[in-house]
DNA sequence: CTGAAAGCGCTTACAG
DNA sequence: CTGAAAGCGCTTACAG
């Protein structure tokens, strides 16, 4: 291995002033600059960064915090903040969480002991003291930690309006809505959305809690379908639960989009591959995730960010479950 | 930041010592020991692995290397490596190859200067000079890289048979087999599978290629199922292309399974929300994950293992594709 | 069984 | 503009 020794003796100056010429930190003359830049090609010198971590106490490592790659949400933020990253000169280390807590904590303990440059975080924690204190540049994605902490995430609330006018505008009468868990900041918001656009126009709804889960949504739609004969759309705050609202339907042999139409939240790649295609409010999950790995590395690179809270659009993507012509 | 100076001077002794009572390696008397302990407890030491792995030139990194954590294949796999990972104290980082050797070259490249411990590298670079040239503890997921690494695989070829005959048992007599990439191993294992159970038997059958891609896949199958309106079974090799076949049927108007039968390969999420729920041959994809991220750490710690080659078995799994009753 | 000392490969005041 | 030297926090022969 060759060290930023070799490359001293090789350009005839010391280690002090390759460090300088290769942080481009202090002055290093012109002549010195070229001898060193020459050893440098000549050695195929590179520049061992633990060995710098070890000095200045940061690395080129990202976290990432996110409850479970499993779901179908967060493969596409990860791969996007992992593009990202990579672009920039940063690694991404995966940290599934379970939401738990204590798991996030560990992360946060033992990644520190690493110089870790920065989290992107999904959390629930509402109230995470473990962020809060990380003294570390933090960026959440989703769902707001707390305002000292930049947030991106969807225009939830827009989007749900968009959602629930999409079956309005196609003639439905009696919606039934599939709210997400209450604990949740997005779904809250989604809720919101709904409730304002629903109250302004003169249609019967109903409200249900569902975990975005497929069997869980599909039961709970059964059994509202059952009780509720009269009901003609449904809007899933996720693609997760729209689709179990579509097989409950099937199983029910309602028809779709005759009969009852359906429109779910998330955009995922699921929804094109149901019959009939999935009508749903699509996020941009890859540009939230390329969104928070710049502002977080912004962050950690002591530039200005231009604001705290960054919304990104959504789009109405119209599919098979709702029916084509505007009535 | 407490350091290792800080737990000598508490305990009386010489960093040398406490640094062979963390590491248990060298001896260290009994009261040296208790001494140490005492001081560790109290001032919440915690060693720094940066320090250390400049100096043992190891770090408790692995890297997982695959083409897009996007393909539903991935995140259950990450998630098994990152869940077994944390059990034995290591930490993963997240590689998008996109299947290009430049990408897997440069992340090997990049990691190995931060002393990365080893990789997990799903890869169809079937010759790939830049792993076995690594230098490093490397497994290999799904797909054979060479015969000095050690693999964990699927038992394609058994998986492929126990599908094809899940639609003989069930009555199809003309078989469309959607046959993956043939650069890829896992694919052709299932080709053989499929070729050497339909020609034991009195059926027919087309063969014919097709992309892990859920649109290309439903085009070529409309094809097919146009030019060649007597199949009445379809086993794909992956299931978002059973996915693509169970579309095209419905855009036909054919009725499955009444008239057309499907199996799928691979187990994901989205077999049970397709109507009807697809039947599949499943992969363990969590346990091949486990016992990747178990062979490896065994590498990277010297132990011995098992064997230089892991066959996970599947399982089929029926569901609404194919008929119930068997012929 | 233990400690002094060198070393891992860099960065960073500081003096010149 | 530059170099000698100390230091980041550990590990590891080596001598005792």
Do not use: W
Not at 7 to 25: D, E, P, Q, W, Y
């Amino acid at each position: 291995m060759t060290t930023i020794r070799d490359v001293a003796k090789k350009a005839g100056v010391s280690v002090a002033t390759v460090s300088r010429f290769l942080n481009s930190t202090g002055y290093v003359s012109q002549e010195a600059a070229e001898a060193v830049s020459a050893a440098v090609a000549e050695l195929k010198y590179e520049l061992n960064p633990v060995a710098r971590s070890l000095n200045t106490k940061k690395s080129n490592l990202i976290g990432l915090i996110l409850p479970d790659i499993t779901n179908p949400f967060f493969p596409e933020l990860a791969r996007a903040v992992e593009d990202i990253a990579l672009t920039y000169g940063y690694t991404v280390i995966l940290c599934n969480s379970d939401e738990k807590p204590e798991k996030e904590k560990n992360y946060i303990e033992t990644l520190k002991k690493k110089y870790i440059a920065g989290f992107i975080v999904t959390s629930n924690q509402s109230d995470a003291p473990h962020y809060a204190n990380a003294n570390l540049p933090i960026v959440a994605l989703d769902r707001i930690i707390n305002e000292k902490i930049p947030t991106i995430s969807s225009n939830n609330k827009e989007g749900a309006s968009l959602g629930t006018k999409a079956l309005l505008d196609r003639g439905c009468k009696n919606i039934l809505f599939l709210r997400g868990p209450e604990d949740l900041n997005p779904a809250n918001d989604r809720y919101e959305g709904f409730m304002e656009t629903i109250q302004q126009v003169d249609a019967n709804y109903h409200v249900v809690s569902c975990p975005f889960h497929f069997a869980d949504s599909q039961k709970i739609v059964e059994q509202m379908l059952r009780d509720h004969p009269e009901i003609d759309g449904i809007f899933a705050s996720s693609d997760v639960s729209a689709a179990g609202a579509l097989k409950a339907a099937a199983l029910l042999g309602i028809a779709v989009p005759e009969k009852l139409q359906i429109v779910g939240f998330d955009g995922v790649a699921l929804g094109e591959m149901l019959t009939p295609g999935l009508t749903t409010v699509a996020q941009d999950v890859y540009k939230m995730g390329a969104i928070a790995t710049r502002v977080l590395i912004k962050r950690i690179e002591n530039q200005e960010i231009d604001h705290q809270f960054y919304e990104v659009p959504v789009k109405l993507v119209l599919r098979g479950t709702t029916r084509s012509g505007i009535e």
